[in-house]
Nanobody
Framework: QVQLVESGGGNVQAGGSLRLSCAAS????????MGWYRQAPGKQRELVAD???????NYASSVKGRFTISRDNAKRTVYLQMNSLKPEDTAVYYC???????????WGKGTLVTVSS
């Protein structure tokens, strides 16, 4: 059974940094595409960044240059380094795991990031 456990959320002032982690189990991690999504109150869930099994990355325009996604296949973990945080980055951040060409698509429970001005 696939499980995703996120950690690293919290409260931070604008301009600060946080690093989110998502540890996966129950899947061959190296073949997955891993992503971070976020959902702010009253808004739809949106892609923040994702990283392919070949380490190709994709970022939302709103976070490009501030956030960095990375993965450690040996640790079965994906990270999201968030720098220069803004109040508009406040949201619940969700980890997503999928394997292209299959119906494997899982979500973590989310971790709250609150950025105060």
């Amino acid at each position: 059974q696939v499980q995703l456990v996120e950690s690293g959320g919290g409260n931070v002032q604008a301009g600060g940094s946080l690093r989110l982690s998502c540890a996966a189990s129950g899947v061959i991690f190296s073949i997955t595409v891993m992503g971070w999504y976020r959902q702010a109150p009253g808004k739809q869930r949106e892609l923040v960044a994702d990283i392919s099994r070949g380490d190709n990355t994709n970022y939302a325009s709103s976070v490009k240059g501030r956030f960095t996604i990375s993965r450690d296949n040996a640790k079965r973990t994906v990270y999201l380094q968030m720098n220069s945080l803004k109040p508009e980055d406040t949201a619940v951040y969700y980890c997503n795991l999928r394997v292209p060409g299959t119906n494997i698509d899982y979500w973590g429970k989310g971790t709250l990031v609150t950025v105060s001005s």
